[in-house]
């Protein structure tokens, strides 16, 4: 029988969306786990989680051995907690009994000189700039009316800047739990001195601002899901639309974004524009899943952020290995069966290929 386990840093995270995984076990004669890096035993290389029983439809407290396959839902931030189940999923990644459905994405850097080296692709990625010291933004700034700086390992919108010169003022903006905070500096120095603080906790990749398409100025951008299904092949589960606060410049629904389909806005555009997008946005996930798989291990879900500029024109603004559903579950309803059985459908294909493709 194929085993599979749903793995997360804490206990109780994703626990209703791996419930809803789980009724589609049975059907695809699985047993499926959940449970944490820390709840394995290294000397027995047991773990004690819980064990889905399809019979009662309840989780149950258990001790099992190692799956043959595990679905990775741990999202790492700076925390302690993070760098201590970091080097055991390393460790359950290189077993050689176990076969991860996506092994997930480098750094956000490493992704963009994957994907720019794509003549299909170049064109839609904004132009970045790895930086390595504050000079560099300074002189980026002369380039350029806006920067945008991204943590490289970010995620949820977290850390991101909005960076806007003005004669000799420079503005920086960005969100906080605050919400929407903004500093100006005078001197270049007081500048570099407040860079330099913020990239002692990261690396830092720097873009031109892309002024997005807005609705009553909201910024607004698409987010695609993309998952292999039954065959492994890739197919698109939904497309929505995120539209940030008034006056933002991002739009993760951590930071109080809303979300509307994706026909609403093409409703409101020019019929010839709206076409337009629909086929690029269509023509980017195929191309985009093909390009990193043939240079990375193996993926089984996207998530696509795209952005329209105000002139129509496409952006790719970030890819993530491990997305949110809440955008497709509230756009797309009738796809959200679907996304919860090819977990189990894509599970149950692998277990048919040879151990020496899994990672392929």
Known sequence: MISLGFITIHPEQEVEY????????AAYN????????????????????????????????????????????????????????????NWLKQNPTITFLGYGLPNKWDVYTELIKDDDLSPYLPSTTKITAEEQVTQLLRLHDALI?????????????????????????????????????????????????????ATYLAQPFIPLLSLQYSPLDVRVLLQKDASGDWNEIGRGVRKGKEDSFIT???????????EELMKRLPPHKATFITDEISSLCERIPLVLEAQLPSLFE????????????????????KPGRKTIIETTPESTEKMYENVMAYCSYLATLPSSQHKE
């Open 18 to 25: 791996a419930t809803n995984l789980a009724k589609y076990a």
């Open 30 to 89: 699985i047993e499926f786990y959940r449970f944490t890096p820390f709840q394995l035993q290294p000397v027995s290389q047991k773990i004690t989680g819980y064990k889905y029983n399809s019979e009662i439809n309840e989780w149950q407290y258990a001790t099992f051995s190692l799956p043959m396959f595990i679905y990775d839902r741990c999202f790492y931030r700076g925390d302690s907690l993070s760098k201590k189940a970091i080097p055991i999923v």
């Open 149 to 201: 700086l991204k943590p490289i390992a970010g995620a949820q919108g977290k850390g991101i800047v909005k960076l806007v010169q003005r004669f000799r003022i420079i503005e920086a903006s960005f969100h906080s739990k605050k919400g929407l905070q903004t500093k100006q500096f005078t001197q270049l120095a007081d500048f570099h001195a407040w860079l330099f603080n913020i990239m002692q906790n």
């Open 252 to 262: 993760n629904i951590s930071h109080g974004a809303s979300i509307s389909p994706f």
């Open 302 to 321: 996207l998530g696509l952020d795209i952005c329209i500029s105000r002139d129509y024109s496409i952006w790719l603004l970030d890819l993530n290995s």
